[in-house]
């Protein structure tokens, strides 16, 4: 594949959306190549459906949650991110497989490992070039929050520090591919150590 895989991660209101807004903005104008923005869940139709029950929907198990996420995951790749990546483009998705090891693995305490190795088997083990984890205290996750609040942001402080934790440890265990950022920092610096680190995968003299 000649195209590039970016994945942002982090906490719900640390600012993934409008991260990834302005590197998609900057890759176009920069390069010319086309950028593909995306998100899990929801990349897909079949993925609006899925992220409908996941947020929106009744409470469910914790098993039935990680394998929903897994079957948005598995349809996400093979119908929108690896056609997007042969063709050459930069794919930037809004939350990846790092997200359900940490929610469904950390925060509802399945086994990290077992949700790993079903979002690896969803996707034939596409993994990013780059992971932002935009990192950010969950006390302050509320007041970034905007309209009501979906299952998991209604899930508790507890859940939300083992989700935090989750992702810094897989950040630690991986810093090839992570880049772990203070989401307190102003807007503008984290662009411009994002674009930093996104910069030389890109080619050419930006």
Do not use: C, N
Request: charged share 25%.
């Amino acid at each position: 594949m000649s195209g590039l895989f970016i994945s942002f991660e982090g906490g719900d209101g640390a600012g993934k959306t409008t991260q990834l807004t302005r590197l998609a903005e900057w890759v176009a104008q920069a390069t010319g190549q086309e950028v593909v923005r995306t998100r899990e869940p929801g990349g897909t139709e079949l993925g609006r459906s899925l992220r409908q029950v996941l947020l929106h929907g009744s409470e469910i198990d914790a098993r039935t949650e990680a394998l929903l996420f897994a079957a948005d995951r598995a349809h996400h790749v093979a119908a929108l991110i690896r056609p997007a990546l042969a063709r050459g483009a930069v794919v930037l998705t809004d939350r990846y497989l790092d997200s359900s090891v940490a929610y469904q693995g950390g925060g509802r305490e399945l086994s990290a490992e077992q949700v790993e190795e079903l979002s690896l088997f969803a996707t034939d083990h596409l993994l990013p070039a780059v992971t932002v984890l935009l990192d950010l205290d969950p006390v302050h996750l509320p007041e970034r929050l905007t309209g009501d609040p979906d299952r998991l942001e209604r899930a508790g402080g507890e859940f939300h520090r083992r989700t935090r934790a989750a992702f810094l440890d897989r950040a630690a265990r991986d810093p090839e591919r992570w880049l772990v950022l203070d989401a307190a920092q102003p807007v503008d610096v984290l662009h411009a150590q994002i674009r930093a680190r996104v910069a030389p995968l890109l080619g050419g003299d930006q």
